[in-house]
Protein backbone atom coordinates (compact mmCIF):
# COMPACT_ATOMS: atom_id res chain seq x y z
CA UNK A 1 0.00 0.00 0.00
CA UNK A 2 1.34 3.39 -1.55
CA UNK A 3 -0.41 5.53 2.01
CA UNK A 4 0.30 8.98 1.05
CA UNK A 5 2.29 10.16 -2.38
CA UNK A 6 3.28 14.24 -2.39
CA UNK A 7 4.61 15.53 -5.59
CA UNK A 8 6.76 16.66 -6.48
CA UNK A 9 9.86 16.09 -3.94
CA UNK A 10 11.41 19.10 -3.93
CA UNK A 11 11.30 22.39 -6.18
CA UNK A 12 12.28 25.43 -6.49
CA UNK A 13 10.05 28.61 -6.96
CA UNK A 14 10.53 31.89 -8.12
CA UNK A 15 8.63 34.52 -6.77
CA UNK A 16 5.48 35.60 -7.67
CA UNK A 17 5.00 32.41 -9.16
CA UNK A 18 2.23 29.84 -8.37
CA UNK A 19 2.17 26.26 -7.53
CA UNK A 20 -0.11 23.08 -6.55
CA UNK A 21 1.62 21.05 -4.05
CA UNK A 22 -0.35 17.58 -4.80
CA UNK A 23 -1.53 14.98 -2.64
CA UNK A 24 -3.04 11.88 -2.86
CA UNK A 25 -3.90 9.10 0.00
CA UNK A 26 -5.25 5.57 -0.87
CA UNK A 27 -6.49 4.81 2.93
CA UNK A 28 -10.10 6.09 1.97
CA UNK A 29 -8.85 8.72 5.04
CA UNK A 30 -11.77 11.20 5.78
CA UNK A 31 -9.57 13.86 7.36
CA UNK A 32 -6.54 15.25 5.08
CA UNK A 33 -4.11 18.06 6.60
CA UNK A 34 -1.34 20.22 4.72
CA UNK A 35 1.49 21.37 7.36
CA UNK A 36 4.83 23.30 6.94
CA UNK A 37 7.80 22.57 8.66
CA UNK A 38 10.81 24.96 9.38
CA UNK A 39 13.74 24.84 11.79
CA UNK A 40 13.07 25.76 15.53
CA UNK A 41 9.42 25.79 14.51
CA UNK A 42 8.44 22.32 14.47
CA UNK A 43 5.02 21.35 12.79
CA UNK A 44 1.97 24.17 11.94
CA UNK A 45 -1.00 23.41 10.48
CA UNK A 46 -1.93 25.53 7.09
CA UNK A 47 -5.10 23.96 6.35
CA UNK A 48 -7.77 20.86 7.00
CA UNK A 49 -10.32 18.69 5.73
CA UNK A 50 -12.67 16.61 7.47
CA UNK A 51 -14.19 15.27 4.73
CA UNK A 52 -14.21 15.54 1.01
CA UNK A 53 -16.05 18.44 -0.18
CA UNK A 54 -15.08 20.22 3.09
CA UNK A 55 -12.17 22.70 4.18
CA UNK A 56 -10.38 24.73 6.80
CA UNK A 57 -8.22 27.06 7.97
CA UNK A 58 -5.52 26.01 10.31
CA UNK A 59 -2.77 28.24 11.81
CA UNK A 60 -1.21 29.69 8.92
CA UNK A 61 -3.28 29.71 6.33
CA UNK A 62 -2.44 33.01 4.74
CA UNK A 63 -0.88 32.71 1.18
CA UNK A 64 -2.37 29.16 0.65
CA UNK A 65 -5.64 27.37 -0.64
CA UNK A 66 -6.89 24.37 -1.09
CA UNK A 67 -9.58 21.83 -2.52
CA UNK A 68 -11.09 18.40 -1.41
CA UNK A 69 -13.41 17.68 -4.19
CA UNK A 70 -12.68 13.99 -3.80
CA UNK A 71 -11.22 11.35 -0.90
CA UNK A 72 -8.36 10.93 -2.05
CA UNK A 73 -6.72 14.23 -2.89
CA UNK A 74 -6.08 17.39 -1.47
CA UNK A 75 -4.05 19.42 -3.15
CA UNK A 76 -2.60 22.78 -1.82
CA UNK A 77 -2.46 26.09 -4.27
CA UNK A 78 0.14 28.66 -3.45
CA UNK A 79 -1.07 31.76 -5.61
CA UNK A 80 1.73 33.59 -5.82
CA UNK A 81 4.65 32.86 -3.84
CA UNK A 82 6.85 34.41 -1.12
CA UNK A 83 10.45 33.72 -0.01
CA UNK A 84 8.79 33.15 3.52
CA UNK A 85 6.91 29.88 2.40
CA UNK A 86 10.37 28.24 1.66
CA UNK A 87 10.03 25.06 4.07
CA UNK A 88 8.89 21.22 3.48
CA UNK A 89 5.43 20.74 3.16
CA UNK A 90 3.98 17.23 4.59
CA UNK A 91 0.48 15.74 3.81
CA UNK A 92 -0.95 13.92 6.61
CA UNK A 93 -4.31 11.99 6.36
CA UNK A 94 -5.97 10.40 9.60
CA UNK A 95 -9.17 7.69 9.78
CA UNK A 96 -11.79 8.93 10.93
CA UNK A 97 -14.63 11.72 11.39
CA UNK A 98 -15.19 11.68 15.08
CA UNK A 99 -12.33 11.86 17.53
CA UNK A 100 -8.66 12.35 16.95
CA UNK A 101 -6.96 9.72 15.85
CA UNK A 102 -3.30 9.51 14.76
CA UNK A 103 -2.45 10.86 11.62
CA UNK A 104 -0.34 9.56 8.93
CA UNK A 105 2.18 11.39 6.76
CA UNK A 106 3.46 11.38 2.99
CA UNK A 107 7.27 12.23 2.51
CA UNK A 108 7.30 15.35 2.38
CA UNK A 109 7.92 18.15 -0.14
CA UNK A 110 10.93 20.44 -0.23
CA UNK A 111 9.72 24.01 -1.58
CA UNK A 112 12.61 26.72 -1.85
CA UNK A 113 11.28 30.27 -2.96
CA UNK A 114 13.82 32.37 -4.64
CA UNK B 1 -4.56 28.20 25.05
CA UNK B 2 -3.21 24.93 23.34
CA UNK B 3 0.14 24.54 23.59
CA UNK B 4 2.83 22.24 24.02
CA UNK B 5 6.73 22.12 25.38
CA UNK B 6 9.32 20.05 24.48
CA UNK B 7 11.99 22.08 26.53
CA UNK B 8 14.99 19.40 25.07
CA UNK B 9 16.16 21.43 21.98
CA UNK B 10 19.16 18.67 21.49
CA UNK B 11 20.19 15.15 23.67
CA UNK B 12 23.01 13.33 22.95
CA UNK B 13 23.78 9.93 24.58
CA UNK B 14 25.98 7.12 23.93
CA UNK B 15 24.59 4.07 22.89
CA UNK B 16 23.01 1.97 25.67
CA UNK B 17 22.41 4.76 27.89
CA UNK B 18 18.79 5.06 28.72
CA UNK B 19 17.13 8.69 27.65
CA UNK B 20 13.86 10.58 28.61
CA UNK B 21 12.37 12.97 26.46
CA UNK B 22 9.92 15.55 28.28
CA UNK B 23 6.68 16.96 27.09
CA UNK B 24 4.86 18.85 28.84
CA UNK B 25 1.07 20.28 27.82
CA UNK B 26 -1.46 22.79 28.03
CA UNK B 27 -5.27 22.67 27.05
CA UNK B 28 -8.25 23.46 28.72
CA UNK B 29 -10.24 20.42 27.44
CA UNK B 30 -10.80 17.82 29.63
CA UNK B 31 -10.91 15.22 26.42
CA UNK B 32 -7.82 14.93 24.86
CA UNK B 33 -5.48 13.21 23.13
CA UNK B 34 -1.52 13.30 22.90
CA UNK B 35 0.51 11.91 20.62
CA UNK B 36 4.56 11.02 19.98
CA UNK B 37 5.91 11.25 16.75
CA UNK B 38 9.63 9.99 15.13
CA UNK B 39 10.88 11.87 12.39
CA UNK B 40 14.73 9.66 11.40
CA UNK B 41 17.18 11.77 9.15
CA UNK B 42 15.31 10.73 6.27
CA UNK B 43 12.63 13.15 6.80
CA UNK B 44 9.41 11.25 7.08
CA UNK B 45 7.70 11.01 10.12
CA UNK B 46 6.20 8.06 11.63
CA UNK B 47 3.31 7.53 14.14
CA UNK B 48 4.81 6.05 17.35
CA UNK B 49 1.89 5.84 20.31
CA UNK B 50 -1.72 7.97 20.76
CA UNK B 51 -2.98 8.45 24.32
CA UNK B 52 -6.23 9.82 25.58
CA UNK B 53 -6.98 11.92 28.59
CA UNK B 54 -9.11 9.41 30.30
CA UNK B 55 -5.93 6.17 30.40
CA UNK B 56 -3.21 7.56 33.00
CA UNK B 57 -1.27 3.58 32.31
CA UNK B 58 2.00 4.02 31.40
CA UNK B 59 3.15 2.23 28.24
CA UNK B 60 5.72 -0.13 27.33
CA UNK B 61 6.58 -1.19 23.86
CA UNK B 62 10.23 -3.02 23.42
CA UNK B 63 12.53 -0.59 24.53
CA UNK B 64 9.90 2.43 24.06
CA UNK B 65 7.98 3.63 27.36
CA UNK B 66 5.78 6.78 27.91
CA UNK B 67 4.86 8.36 31.12
CA UNK B 68 1.52 10.54 31.11
CA UNK B 69 1.19 12.29 34.07
CA UNK B 70 -2.27 14.49 34.04
CA UNK B 71 -1.22 16.07 37.44
CA UNK B 72 1.62 17.33 36.13
CA UNK B 73 0.63 17.62 32.11
CA UNK B 74 3.73 15.76 30.82
CA UNK B 75 3.84 12.85 28.44
CA UNK B 76 7.21 11.40 28.80
CA UNK B 77 9.06 9.24 26.68
CA UNK B 78 11.91 7.29 27.68
CA UNK B 79 14.05 5.66 25.45
CA UNK B 80 15.90 2.44 27.29
CA UNK B 81 19.17 0.81 25.96
CA UNK B 82 19.38 3.17 23.61
CA UNK B 83 20.82 2.21 19.65
CA UNK B 84 21.89 4.73 16.71
CA UNK B 85 19.13 3.74 14.83
CA UNK B 86 17.11 6.39 17.51
CA UNK B 87 18.76 9.24 16.11
CA UNK B 88 15.48 11.36 15.17
CA UNK B 89 13.91 14.23 15.88
CA UNK B 90 11.23 13.24 18.65
CA UNK B 91 7.97 15.06 18.24
CA UNK B 92 5.49 15.55 21.04
CA UNK B 93 1.76 16.13 20.00
CA UNK B 94 -1.39 17.39 21.32
CA UNK B 95 -4.96 17.15 19.76
CA UNK B 96 -8.53 18.40 21.55
CA UNK B 97 -11.69 16.29 20.64
CA UNK B 98 -12.98 19.66 18.50
CA UNK B 99 -10.17 22.14 17.93
CA UNK B 100 -11.24 24.71 16.01
CA UNK B 101 -14.38 22.91 14.44
CA UNK B 102 -11.13 20.03 13.24
CA UNK B 103 -11.44 16.64 13.88
CA UNK B 104 -8.21 16.39 15.74
CA UNK B 105 -5.65 18.99 14.05
CA UNK B 106 -2.32 18.00 15.27
CA UNK B 107 -0.44 20.31 17.97
CA UNK B 108 3.32 19.70 17.91
CA UNK B 109 5.95 21.20 19.95
CA UNK B 110 9.26 21.66 18.30
CA UNK B 111 10.98 18.84 18.49
CA UNK B 112 14.00 17.36 20.30
CA UNK B 113 16.70 16.13 18.61
CA UNK B 114 18.04 13.04 19.54
CA UNK B 115 21.52 11.73 18.83
CA UNK B 116 23.03 8.24 20.10
CA UNK B 117 26.75 7.83 19.67
CA UNK B 118 28.28 4.54 18.89
Known amino acids: TAGITQAPTSQILAAGRSMTLRCTQDMRHNAMYWYRQDLGLGLRLIHY???????GKGEVPDGYSVSRANTDDFPLTLASAVPSQTSVYFC?????????????FGPGTRLTVT | AQKVTQAQTEISVVEKEDVTLDCVYE???????LFWYKQPPSGELVFLIRRNSFDEQNEISGRYSWNFQKSTSSFNFTITASQVVDSAVYFC???????????????FGKGTKLSVKP
Open chain 1, 49 to 55: SNTAGTT
Open chain 1, 92 to 104: ASSPGLAGPYEQY
Open chain 2, 27 to 33: TRDTTYY
Open chain 2, 93 to 107: ALSEANYGGSQGNLI
